[in-house]
């Protein structure tokens, strides 16, 4: 019986060194940023068009002023304006803040943030900045902001638990987290209601009120934050069905 105890630890020690292997290759594909944190449990949508060639329709069907209205946007707020594209909500953000205001465009797409750096000057929008963000950051300036729109593109993050956990600190006393989409599967570009309201809730934020506007064919969401954030490991993942496990 002795003599096969070292066998016998042997064999143990090389199924850990196995699992231990195999637990590294699953998070080959993340961040390492990310690792500490659960993987969506969903599919991801693979990143729209960012040109603003139906800006003109979304002006005609109110898009725009009817989300900074019940977003409650006013002049001289702080706002983020989260996978900011060629800018369609940046500029009018920045008309509605005004002067005394400030609007921070930020997107991972460097192209789509070189073209919206040339629109800003030739609009000559002062109170506009522009920042590059991370797939699992937002590299956003902590306690700054009074309120994050994210429209439309919620849905492409692939690491949302560590995005929306590192957002949280981004928002001043009372700031509030705006989201756009579709209740639709997220590989289809959209979120159903449920699954969003799962994923916020799960890293620490409370619904405040939810719209669904089928005049410009999304949902409107507003969330704030509750508590103290949860640590990652701590983090419930959530089901595309919003359940969770």
Known sequence: MTAKLPFL???SVSLFALQACKQ???QDDRPESSRQFPR???AVSQSGDTEFSTEAARDEAGEATKLMDWAAIKPGMTVADIGAGEGYYTVR????????GRVLAQDINRGALDRLGERIA?????NVAIKEGGIDDP????????RIFMVHMYHEVTEPYAFIWRLRSALKAGGQVIVVDR??????HGIPPKLLFCEFDAVGYRLVEFAQ?????????????????????????CKETAKRV
């Open 139 to 146: 590299r956003l300036p902590p306690n700054s902001f009074d």
């Open 40 to 42: 969506a449990d969903r």
């Open 213 to 237: 506007r089928p005049e410009v064919g999304a949902y409107f969401a507003r969330f704030e934050r509750k508590g103290e954030a949860p640590a990652p490991a701590a983090i419930k993942t």
């Open 93 to 100: 953000l920045a008309e509605r803040v005004g002067a005394k």
């Open 24 to 26: 590294v290759e699953e």
């Open 183 to 188: 209740d639709r599967a997220t590989k289809r």
């Open 122 to 126: 030739r609009e000559r929008l002062d």
């Open 9 to 11: 630890l042997a064999i």
